[in-house]
């Protein structure tokens, strides 16, 4: 008889806590699959450009299109992804670019409430004519190192400074801020011809540039 | 109405800035200011002053790519003499094809009293340099006549074309032995790369030479490229390639045409 009383309550309370413990994993289970799920989008989300950016000559082309990323402690590091395009002028045909930008931006000095300005920009670039005509380096028809240059990408450098608008909260729509920015740069080609030739002045191998940031993120 | 006005700053901005120089879009953009058509305006000027001459004097010079300082010296030292009829440039007149070599080298060459001619070197055809060249000096292939001596500038640069073009082109050449000048009795024949160096199709260098000598009094070749002063008589058939030397070593090469069948050369440092 007791063995039977104590067999009954050992089985309710072995129900009780498997039932318990089914509970208990299965809430586990949904949180940490929400978890993963909420981790997994996050790490995808940061593949959203932060921002759009359109770009008036800069050696990249008459303009150029695309978005990117700003990040860092101050946001003070910025990755633009471009596609211009050169317009046919004297050539055979207009041609397309692609340039991957760096940029760093040290500084961010407020002005008044909705603005801000960044006293300087440094900025380098690759640029990519993409068209058959150019070559990334020599084809083997040529010797070795009979060209030991590149015709389709240029680096280049620039300093430049930024002026932002900061949109109030509340009037917020599709984006935070925009940015107005100019830049003057040059490409390791010029570099080296001025390097060797005081003919060349600042003016023959030093190139304005114009721009606009519309920060969305 | 926003919008038009919007419209009429974009437009007046696009024309402000695309007429200014202070924006470059990229450095192989074609965008050419400045003379266009130089050999052309040169050569009528050449052959107007060269008329009924029968001493002729000119300087070939060569591969100024990237030398600009020691092109502005040349152009100088060229100036400070009276005693030239014009000038050749053998060629490689850029040194990655990039459309701003041209200018500032043609801006540089312009400045000689002389009139000059430039030919196409194998560095003037990277990239779109060759469509620039076109533009800015002229055909690849072209010749003029100075007194009584036919010049005939000839594109060699056989391993820029892949055979997409016949170079040298035999048809321009065979033209050029039928065409029939009035008061023309010596040639003179002008290229980049001389016959043997790599650039040139080794394939065709006999034929060239075969071919070069059917030239009414053919006197001798002159190239570029090679960076040193090599005179050879390639062939051993009397004909004598003269090479000159890169602007960077401070040479020239100074050649009289005299009559009778008689010529001169000088090496000329400055």
Known sequence: MSMKWWNSKIRVFLLTVVL??????????QSEYERRMYNYQTRWSKLIPKYTKVQFAGGM??????GGWNYGKNKQWETDVLFGFIPRYSDEKVR????????????????????????????L????????????????????????????????????QRFTYHFPVDKRRTRKSVTFFYEIGTNELYLISAFCNSYLKPNDYLHLSLGLKVQIL | MRKRITLFFVTCSTIFLSGCDAFEYHPYDGKISGER?????????IEEACKGKETIRFAFFGDTQRWYDETEDFVKALNKRDDIDFAIHGGDISDFGLTNEFIWMRDIMNKL?????????????LANGE???????????????????????????ALEYDYSRPVPDFKFIEEQINEELEGHEKTVVAMHVRPYSMEFNDNVARVFQHYINFFKGLQFCLNAHDHHIKIDDLFGDGIIYYGTANIAK???????????????????EF
């Open chain 2, 131 to 157: 469509t620039i060249y076109r533009k800015i000096f002229g055909a690849e292939n072209f010749s003029f006549l100075a007194g009584n001596v036919k010049f005939v500038c000839l594109n060699t640069n």
């Open chain 2, 250 to 268: 401070r040479k020239y090469l100074l050649f009289t045409i005299k009559p009778n069948d008689e010529y001169e050369y000088e090496v000329v």
């Open chain 1, 20 to 29: 318990c413990l089914s509970f208990v994993t299965q809430a586990n289970a």
């Open chain 2, 37 to 45: 058509n130089v050999n052309a305006k040169n050569i009528a000027r």
């Open chain 1, 125 to 160: 670039y690759a640029n990519s004519v993409l068209d058959g005509d150019y070559w990334a380096s020599a084809p083997d028809k040529y010797p070795n190192g009979y060209y030991s240059f590149s015709t389709k990408i240029r680096f280049n450098m620039a300093l430049g």
């Open chain 1, 61 to 66: 082309g008459f303009l150029s299109l695309g």
């Open chain 1, 96 to 123: 397309a670019t692609f340039t991957l930008k760096q940029n760093f931006i040290p500084w961010n000095v407020k002005l008044g409430k909705d603005f801000s300005m960044d006293p300087l920009s440094c900025s």
């Open chain 2, 113 to 125: 009293k002389v009139p000059y001619v430039a030919l196409l070197g194998n560095h003037d055809c």
